[in-house]
């Protein structure tokens, strides 16, 4: 903890709630095997305690935009092709309010940093016809940090680090043009 006003104990941490929500992913081929991919979509999560605060309601409705653009290569093994890829990302956080048990400590205000980090992906595409229309299933990881910091009125008074590693799983329908 780099601030801790409240003492609140040093094994204290905390854990992000899961979400689902659609995405669209635009993607652009260099060649028949690499590619550049961004996704768009927006995430809703509430942060709960973990530890010695396990259960207690820190962070609510902090709204997420992962900017993420990631290099691929397709493997061509006939049909199905799979892939790997990576690439940078900012998680851009908005929107946070105090939960409950942050503001019975006398939070007042919270912000999460954005950060940038490091998106790793592997998937499929599985065509479905000959013009283009196929499947796609994916999946990416994350690494990404923040810095939590709680207000009581105008004074810094809780200010932590934390790690938002999320996997991002997808599938749906895909078109190439």
Known sequence: MRTNLIGAPATSNSQ???SVVPTLAVEYFFSPNFSVETICCVTPHDVSGKGPLAGASLVNDAIILPATITLKYH???????PYIGAGPTRFFIFSEGVGADAAALGATRVNLSDSFGVALQAGMDIP???KGLGVSLDAKRYFVDTT???YAGNTLALQTRHSLDPWVVSGGLSYRF
């Open 128 to 130: 479905l016809n000959d």
């Open 16 to 18: 992000a709630s899961d």
């Open 75 to 81: 493997f061509d093994l006939g049909g199905v092709k």
């Open 148 to 150: 939590a910091s709680f």
